[in-house]
């Protein structure tokens, strides 16, 4: 089992940057996979990022992408999420995410590649 704890979340108005913190404990073996998903009001969830423990290669969604930055410390297992440029869309339940699946990039870029599920953090945007 792993643990994923969130934290760094809050309010912020259009234009602001956030720093999403996230913490994994509970395997002996690191997670081939961390990122971040989130889901806004009303909407299904959906993929923000990854990075890949080797090697630090790293996917956005198009949404994000140029705004957003995954970054990993795999000495503390701690995954992180700079967001720059935030706007309201980005207002949403943020989740840390884990896969210990080896597979490629793609596989990671859809929600159900991930089985572990960190409890969230809320980011809300206002303009």
């Known amino acids: 089992q792993v643990q994923l704890l969130e934290s760094g979340g809050g309010v912020v108005q259009a234009g602001d940057s956030l720093r999403l913190s996230c913490v994994a404990s509970?395997?002996?073996?690191?997670?081939?996979?961390m990122g971040w998903c989130r889901q806004a009001p009303g909407k299904e969830r959906e993929f923000v990022a990854f990075?890949?423990?080797?090697?630090?290669?790293?996917h956005y969604s198009d949404s994000v992408r140029g705004r957003f930055t995954v970054s990993r410390d795999n000495a503390k297992n701690m995954v992180f999420l700079q967001m720059n440029s935030l706007n309201p869309e980005d207002t949403a339940v943020y989740y840390c995410?884990?896969?210990?699946?080896?597979?490629?990039?793609?596989?990671?870029?859809?929600?159900?590649?991930?089985?572990?599920w960190g409890q969230g953090t809320q980011v809300t945007v206002f303009s």
């Open positions: 995410v884990a896969g210990t699946t080896i597979a490629g990039p793609n596989y990671f870029s859809h929600i159900e590649g991930y089985n572990y």
């Open positions: 509970g395997r002996a073996d690191p997670a081939n996979v």
């Open positions: 990075a890949y423990r080797s090697g630090g290669e790293t």
